[in-house]
């Protein structure tokens, strides 16, 4: 997170606390704060514990700052807040007029803001008057939530955010930090930026602001010390193998996943030597077996897998996995970090696609992956050289999405299990794939591991591949499109979607037959959606 220096010019600049909240549980990963305390003339001047500043600015406070100064304010979208990246170049701890502190090269005396996260104190220079320097900083660990953010849905809402954020504004919602790089003052503090004296993003593909509190938030409901949010659920999953998975390493994974994520693995690791192991998803058997025989390095699988929703004992997965030293990694996208703690039940990492749940207005593209904060470096320092970073617009439409996730969640999972049960009642319907039916090969152990069974169904309409088509094209509310998780409801026919360019038989290896169906549901009314499901199986 990038901190600026404030300039010392006003002397009516005040600054308020929030209330002191007492009695605070400390939370797995949380944000950098800001304490109504700065140290004048101390080398080593702290931000604190557990409230945040609100900055007060006298009424002539934006008359009075240069037009450099606003159109940095801008930046973040805040117009009487100075900028997370503006500072000055003019040292000294003598107040100055206001009305020559602030000129046209914006330059004045300023006072400096170290860090502290929790017990651990980062970015503080040493032996330095620090009285005129840009402090810039990363996110970190260790900070506590107060105690009444109790449950999943109000830290979807307010970690990162309402308890601290490292971007200086009064304002609710998080400004979007648009800039490519981020500057220091003057050579000497490039110096302690390179030699670990200072902390900076330095450059956009290194980290933001804005996506600095995304990743804080997921952190905060997946109980994880650390995330990385990245440009899509792809880009997640393959960055993690690569820096994973050694040159002629060894995987396992399940025989349902993603495609494309199979294709991979399939085309791209080999060219590396990196082999795998295909395995059912209940089959631990087999698990066990690769486990003695290879030097395994990772498992990973989806849990629900798609599209047909199995799911994978991950507390004893990790188990066997961790006697034999090999990673464990769960691809948690149809579950969501509020149906299912994957880290929790053992497992080193999980991934999300953002874009589906988290994100859940159909209207951004994102991955995420989190875990410790020794892995998880490991996988940032490559994604640093192989790209793949996320927009900061594109990370406060996600910020913005997950306010309402636990509401999703909640109505997603509600019509999801109903229409299952509708569903696999129905004589047009020839099964059903959810893990929340008991009918479903792993219904004991998803009640075991999950709150609620998501938003997806998957099924068998009794037909062809021009029956069920016609089954599809007679849905009015949801779009047909290759996603899920959005509020809207959408629908697609794999066969034709994700397999059309394999042959009939070549999808029936993979499990996929021309009757089967897809169906995400959003959060429209049950009732309409119940109506038009049934209609459209009527018609058929």
Same mark, same amino acid.
């Given at each position: ?205 290194? /980290?933001?602001?804005? &996506? *600095? ?6 952190? $905060? @409901? !997946?109980? +994880?010390?650390?995330?990385?949010? #990245? ?41 590396? /030597?990196?082999?795998? &192991? *295909? ?6 058997? $087999? @698990? !066990?077996? +690769?486990?003695?025989?290879?030097? #395994? ?244």
């Amino acid at each position: 997170m990038a901190v600026s220096s404030y300039a010392r010019a006003f002397p009516s600049f005040e600054c308020r606390s929030e209330p002191d909240f007492s009695g605070s549980l400390p939370h797995p990963k949380a944000g950098v704060r800001f304490s109504g305390k700065y140290n004048s003339g101390s080398n080593r001047s702290q931000v604190y514990g557990l409230s945040s500043l609100i900055y007060r600015f006298p009424p002539n406070f934006v008359r009075q700052l240069s037009i450099k100064a606003r159109r940095n304010c801008s930046n973040i979208g805040v117009a009487q807040v100075v900028a997370a990246s503006w500072s000055n170049n003019q040292a000294g701890p003598e107040f100055t007029p206001a009305a020559n502190a602030v000129d046209s090269s914006a330059s004045a005396a300023v006072t400096s803001i170290g860090i502290t996260t929790g017990d651990e104190e980062v970015a503080v220079v040493e032996n330095a008057d620090c009285s005129d320097q840009n402090v810039q900083i990363k996110g970190s660990t260790g900070v506590k939530y107060a105690s009444f953010l109790n449950s999943d849905g109000s830290v979807a809402i307010h970690a990162g955010e309402r308890l601290g954020r490292g971007i200086v504004t009064d304002a609710i919602t998080t400004p979007v930090v648009n800039t490519s790089a981020y500057f220091f003052n003057k050579t000497s503090d490039l110096i302690d930026f390179k030699e670990k004296r200072r902390a900076s993003f330095e450059y956009g593909r290194y /980290g933001n602001p804005t &996506t *600095v509190v995304l990743e804080e938030k997921i952190s $905060a @409901l !997946e109980g +994880a010390e650390s995330t990385l949010i #990245v440009a899509s659920g792809m880009c997640a999953s393959t960055v993690m193998f690569l820096a994973l998975v050694p040159a002629g390493g060894h995987i396992v994974t399940t025989t349902d996943c993603y495609r494309k994520t199979r294709v991979f693995i399939e085309t791209i690791l080999p060219k590396m /030597g990196i082999t795998a &192991t *295909v395995i059912d998803p209940a089959d631990m058997g $087999a @698990l !066990e077996l +690769a486990l003695n025989q290879k030097k #395994v390095d990772l498992f990973f699988t989806e849990s629900p897998t798609n599209p047909f929703l199995r799911c994978v004992d991950i507390e004893l997965v990790s188990k066997l996995c961790r006697e034999k030293g090999a990673l464990v990694c769960i691809d948690g996208t149809f579950a969501t970090p509020l149906n299912q703690k994957a880290l929790a039940l053992g497992a080193d990492l999980v991934v999300h696609s953002a874009t589906k749940f988290l994100g859940g207005h159909n209207d951004v593209l994102a991955g995420c992956i989190s875990g410790p904060e020794k892995l998880v470096s490991v996988i940032r320092n490559l994604h640093h050289i192989l790209g793949g970073a996320l927009n900061p617009n594109a990370a406060y439409l996600i910020i913005r999405g997950m306010k309402t996730l636990h509401l999703r969640v909640q109505q997603q999972n509600s019509t999801a299990l109903r229409m299952a049960e509708i569903l696999e009642a129905h004589p047009k319907v020839k099964h059903v794939y959810y893990p929340g039916l008991p009918s479903h090969p792993e219904y004991h152990l998803a009640k075991k591991q999950m709150t609620g069974f998501g938003g997806v169904v998957s099924f068998e309409v009794d037909g062809d591949l021009l029956t069920t088509a016609k089954f599809v094209d007679a849905l009015r509310i949801p779009y047909i499109a290759p996603s899920f998780g959005g509020c809207e409801s959408i629908v697609d026919q794999p066969a034709i979607m994700s397999y059309w360019d394999l042959s009939q038989s070549d999808r029936a290896k993979y499990g996929i037959l021309d009757n089967l169906v897809r169906f995400s549901f959003g959060v429209e009314d049950f009732e309409d959606v119940k109506a038009d499901v049934l209609q459209a199986l009527d018609s058929i």
